[in-house]
């Protein structure tokens, strides 16, 4: 990611690094625990930047692709970030980066993060928004856990209070007053947030505040397959969402990433390795290189290389999600199925999920069902699914059972 915002330059790209942290307790020396935080990076892409934190009661609130979209929409807002997130015009930069730590929160091969990060693309006009994640086990590479040794050792010595307007517990630590709860917390929150905006982090700002509960979230809009299917590229560890060619659907590209990049997307991570005739890949013996050696290396890909292929944890999975008629790779079963029943790879009709209804999901249940190979065993007369012709049939276990 880092290598691709340093050949689009620092003036067409936002490169931001997000992850939730662990709950600061109340009433308890908050040193070794952390927060959600949020920082953009500057021209170089190092890991310098402002810093954004917002505190919330976790209790009452949770985390998820509403709030990081939330979230996404107060650093729009923030004068602190104007200068690392929007361009001369005062609208934001046309190509966003976007790391993150993999949790089931904000993972990029999710549904409800594919429509959280439409939204910005959409809204914003973008030529292109990635969102990336490290491979498991790998989460420490993420730029934002640099941030939190600084924000912890402030915290050091700190208790936060828990009843500053009234004990909202019992003798047993149970609450008894809800409404109470929600001031103390809310107190607390704020004196964080105090704490930490009095910092200053390699020079750049940190802005921290308390986010209510009962704030607004913005609604999660679900595309149509269609628009997926020309604007999207999702797999195990990245969502990619680019304009596409159609200039009715996307307004012309603001940069050259369309011209550096084949198809519009970043390429397939590959192994290389060199013989006497120069780059071959080997996937025994090859190298991952950088990002400028596989764009130049992308057209010696053979196209039946998708762009999973050469990633261990996805590697059983390939075939299952792989449409059968278009070729298109998808990040999970489930958005294979979506796209094969929406047939936009064989036809031109817009398809969209929302507005399915029962009776053409019955239909096409009916549909599915009837197609499947039937065998009937002789010796009980019950129909057994054939596994061979369904992937996802059950067994019969009783098949060999002896009475």
Not at 10 to 18: E, I, K, R, Y
Not at 193 to 222: G, Q, R, T
Request: with cysteine.
């Amino acid at each position: 990611m880092k290598d691709f915002a340093e050949i689009m330059g620092p003036n067409a790209v936002f490169f931001l690094s997000q992850d939730d942290k662990a709950r600061v307790p109340l009433g308890l020396p908050a040193v070794q625990n952390q927060i959600p935080c949020t920082y953009g990076v500057d021209g170089k892409v190092g890991v310098n930047g402002p810093t954004y934190c917002a505190i919330r009661n976790g209790k009452r609130d949770h985390s998820g692709a509403e709030t990081y979209l939330q979230d996404f929409n107060r650093l729009f807002e923030l004068d602190q970030f104007s200068s690392e997130m929007k361009d001369a015009e005062g609208k934001l930069k046309p190509i966003v980066i976007v790391t993150v730590d993999g949790g089931p929160d904000e993972n990029p091969r999710f549904p409800k993060t594919l429509s959280a990060w439409s939204s910005v693309f959409i809204q914003h006009e973008l030529d292109m928004l990635v969102v990336a994640t490290h491979a498991p086990g790998q989460s420490a590479y993420n730029a934002v856990e640099r941030r939190m040794a600084p924000l912890s050792k402030a915290l050091t010595g700190v208790i936060l209070p828990y009843d500053k307007y009234g004990s909202h517990l019992n003798a047993s630590h149970k609450t008894i007053d809800d409404a109470l709860e929600l001031k103390n917390f809310q107190a607390a929150g704020e004196v964080l947030a105090e704490i930490w905006n009095e910092m200053s982090i390699a020079n750049y700002p940190v802005v921290s505040e308390f986010i209510s509960p009962d704030s607004k979230k913005p609604p999660l809009n679900e595309r149509s397959e269609k628009w997926i299917n020309e604007h999207v590229l999702q797999t195990q560890y990245c969502l990619q969402i680019s304009k596409c060619e159609n200039e009715n659907c996307c307004t012309k590209p603001k940069t050259s990433a369309f011209a550096i990049l084949k198809g519009r997307f970043l390429p397939p991570p590959v192994p290389f390795n060199s013989d006497l005739t120069g780059p071959v890949i080997d996937q025994t013996n090859g190298h991952f290189g950088p990002l400028p050696n596989r764009i130049l290396c992308n057209s010696l890909v053979p196209e039946d290389i998708i762009f999973d292929s050469f990633c261990p944890s996805a590697k059983k999975d390939l075939k299952f999600r792989t449409c059968e008629d278009c070729g298109k790779y998808f990040a999970s079963k489930k958005a294979k199925i979506s796209h094969k029943k929406s047939h936009v790879c064989t036809t031109n009709y817009d398809y969209l999920l929302e507005s399915e209804s029962e009776e053409e999901q019955a239909e096409e249940e009916d549909a599915d069902n009837s197609e499947d190979l039937v065998i009937v065993d002789d010796s009980g007369g019950l129909p057994i699914v054939d596994p061979s012709s369904d992937p996802y049939a059950y067994l019969n276990v009783f098949e060999n059972l002896q009475i």
